[in-house]
């Protein structure tokens, strides 16, 4: 593969690489987050297990905070993926330009041309892989912030229904329609989080102090 046939390769990447609908879909459900206990002590018979249901997945989908996810994502990897294209289309000319500059050239002159574009195109593909690195980070912050959501609401209707347990349908082959509440924590966790800023980039981590001496 050609240096600029790399660079429009992973430029490629980066446009296929964070689809939100997919990546969402691919997340799973938060850990089991225990109850309030109903229990007084560890000698009394435990409580029967009192299920609800819910579609994991659609939540994730189908949120209002989801879909500003997807939204933010989707035009910040619209606007990496102009950038690139107008950068891949700068190498390929320079490519094109220093072939027809090979027979006027000594060796060493344009041996030092092609390092130098070589150089310029390491330059780029590091771009490329540091932007998606940086769009998947933030994205999957921005997801855990409706997973902690999701949880509140959760644990809310579970209180208020008087379940003890509540699973994702995924895990369970059959169950009554009455205790599905996917729907009502759609409908809870769109007035509570009802978008979710996509932060630029993460937070630097500070630098470690050296001991002093």
């Given at each position: 593969?050609?240096?600029?046939?790399?660079?429009?390769?992973?430029?490629?990447?980066?446009?296929?690489?964070?689809?939100?609908?997919?990546?969402?879909?691919?997340?799973?459900?938060?850990?089991?987050?225990?109850?309030?206990?109903?229990?007084?002590?560890?000698?009394?018979?435990?409580?029967?297990?009192?299920?609800?249901?819910?579609?994991?997945?659609?939540?994730?989908?189908?949120?209002?905070?989801?879909?500003?996810?997807?939204d933010?994502?989707?035009?910040?990897?619209?606007?990496y993926?102009?950038?690139?294209?107008?950068?891949?289309?700068?190498?390929?000319?320079?490519?094109q330009?220093?072939?027809?500059?090979?027979?006027?050239?000594?060796?060493?002159a344009?041996?030092?041309?092609?390092?130098?574009?070589?150089?310029?195109?390491?330059?780029?593909?590091?771009?490329?892989?540091?932007?998606r690195?940086?769009?998947?980070?933030?994205?999957?912050?921005?997801?855990?912030?409706?997973?902690?959501?999701?949880?509140?609401?959760?644990?809310?209707?579970?209180?208020?229904?008087?379940?003890?347990?509540?699973?994702?349908?995924?895990?369970?082959?059959?169950?009554?329609?009455?205790?599905?509440?996917?729907?009502?924590?759609?409908?809870?966790?769109?007035?509570?989080?009802?978008?979710?800023?996509?932060?630029?980039?993460?937070?630097?981590?500070?630098a470690?102090?050296?001991?002093?001496?």
């Amino acid at each position: 593969m050609t240096t600029v046939g790399r660079v429009a390769a992973l430029a490629a990447v980066l446009a296929m690489g964070v689809v939100l609908p997919a990546a969402a879909q691919q997340q799973p459900p938060p850990a089991a987050q225990p109850l309030p206990s109903t229990v007084a002590g560890a000698s009394e018979t435990l409580p029967a297990a009192v299920v609800g249901i819910i579609d994991y997945q659609k939540i994730l989908r189908d949120s209002k905070a989801a879909g500003s996810i997807r939204d933010q994502v989707e035009v910040r990897r619209k606007a990496y993926q102009e950038e690139i294209s107008k950068q891949e289309q700068e190498l390929r000319e320079q490519d094109q330009a220093l072939v027809k500059q090979r027979t006027v050239l000594s060796p060493e002159a344009f041996g030092t041309k092609r390092r130098e574009f070589e150089q310029e195109v390491a330059e780029v593909q590091k771009n490329v892989q540091e932007r998606r690195r940086q769009l998947d980070e933030v994205t999957a912050v921005a997801l855990n912030d409706v997973r902690e959501a999701i949880i509140e609401v959760v644990s809310q209707l579970a209180e208020e229904k008087g379940f003890n347990l509540v699973v994702p349908s995924s895990t369970v082959l059959v169950f009554s329609p009455r205790i599905d509440i996917t729907q009502d924590v759609l409908q809870l966790l769109d007035q509570l989080l009802p978008d979710v800023k996509v932060a630029d980039a993460l937070p630097a981590e500070p630098a470690q102090q050296q001991p002093q001496q």
